[in-house]
């Protein structure tokens, strides 16, 4: 077992971070999410910055793809931390920016889109779309709900769905095409 030789600029001298990470999961180190961010923070906002485009919201994100830090790390095999860390902000940064595009057009996509009503407007009708959606959503099983979030929330791929979910692929698609027609459904039925 190696040692950890404080200093008072590094106490994780000449380690590499995946030797520290499994040092954290043994239980030692609980400071290590505040020497990754001092060493790994500014690369984590560039990428916020580069998809975000404003300061604050990529200063935001960095906040919380630290604070999640420690726990993903208890959860994860990571063979190589840096490009995992690159990688889980992209991913952060998109799964943002989708979910805002989601919000603004997603419903196109889960219901075919419901004719505007003739007194709203469309951003009006929109939204109260959404929150009909989202009610509708609520009434659909648990699997059927499970794979459309995950499928046009998350951006999973259906063989990523079937691992994740425990089902065959075909199930998947099953579910996605239930639940698309009975969310459609629903919403046709309150025209």
Known sequence: MMLFIKTKRNKF???TDELIISQFKLGNHPDIIEFFFEKYGHLVF???LKYLS???AAEDMTISIFSELEKKLREHSITYFKGYLHVLTKNECLMTLRKKKVYAVGIEALANEVEDE???T???NLDKQLEQMISFMNSLSVNQRLCIELFYFKKMSYQQIAKE???SVNDVKSLLQNGKRNLKTMMLSIK
């Open 54 to 56: 404003s300061k604050e």
């Open 165 to 167: 979910q425990k089902l």
């Open 118 to 120: 003739a007194d709203l």
């Open 13 to 15: 001298k000449g380690l």
């Open 46 to 48: 560039g990428v916020c």
């Open 122 to 124: 469309k951003q009006q």
